[in-house]
């Protein structure tokens, strides 16, 4: 039996790159970011289902603070890294959405990233979210306002999250759990919900009713 194929993006959410002045790591999400993608590239899935990832890292794209979207430019006329990046998020089954939470909200690199592009992109696909914290409570309230965020842009996070407390004890520099039973398990289950979802929605809109292509 082949595999389905699910073209996966990950949008990470944290843009800091420089330690504080009483020390640390120079970023904590870089090691959660690291165990999702090794996750979903060596997922042995239920529905026998093999990711295709692409990852959109703020600290690598550096996008300038957003002043005009892609679909302000005339055709032709928009940036490369900006046609690009809106024809790979286009073509996504679904998404996975790696973060901390910024003064108990969504950080504002994320919604840079994402809001650089139309809700047209996002439509009718799931998205998933892994939230993580160097604290105890995992990233939670970033989390809980990450979903009416992903909602309105129209890639509708499944109901399970993966939530991270202690994330520099909780992985090494490789992304490595140090109790992998255990988050293995969990990011099981989020991806169980996510490939569920991708696979109906990609069904419906390539071989049913694609909604974005219907005029009322």
């Known amino acids: 039996m082949s595999k389905t194929k699910l073209k996966t993006v990950v949008f990470m959410g944290s843009a800091r790159n420089q330690k504080a002045y009483w020390g640390g790591n120079e970023r904590t999400g870089t090691r959660v970011l690291k165990y999702v993608v090794k996750a979903l590239k060596e997922r042995k899935s239920l529905m026998n289902v093999q990711h295709e990832v692409v990852v ?11 002043s005009m979207p892609h679909f302000f430019y005339k055709a032709g006329e928009s940036p490369k890294e900006l ?11 679904c998404y996975v959405v790696v973060s901390p939470e910024y003064n108990h909200s969504v950080p504002p690199a994320l919604s840079n990233t994402m809001g650089y592009f139309g809700g047209s992109n996002y ?6 979210i892994v939230s993580y914290s160097v604290g105890p409570w995992g990233g939670m309230r970033g989390a809980m306002a990450l979903r009416p965020f992903l909602s309105e842009l129209g890639c509708l996070p499944v109901s399970r ?25 969990f990011m099981g289950g989020l991806l169980n919900q996510l490939e ?7 069904d419906m809109r390539e071989n049913k009713l694609d909604p974005s292509k219907v005029k009322l």
Do not use: C
Not at 83 to 91: L, V
Not at 123 to 128: H, N
């Open 56 to 66: 959109y890292d703020p600290v690598e794209l550096k996008l300038p603070v957003l």
């Open 83 to 93: 046609d690009e990046m809106a024809a790979n998020i286009k073509a996504a089954d």
């Open 123 to 128: 439509a009718y696909k799931p998205s998933a």
């Open 161 to 185: 999250i993966v939530g991270i407390p202690d994330a520099n004890s909780t992985f090494d520099d490789n992304g490595v759990a140090k109790d992998p039973n255990h988050w293995d398990k």
């Open 196 to 202: 569920w979802m991708a696979i109906a929605m990609k």
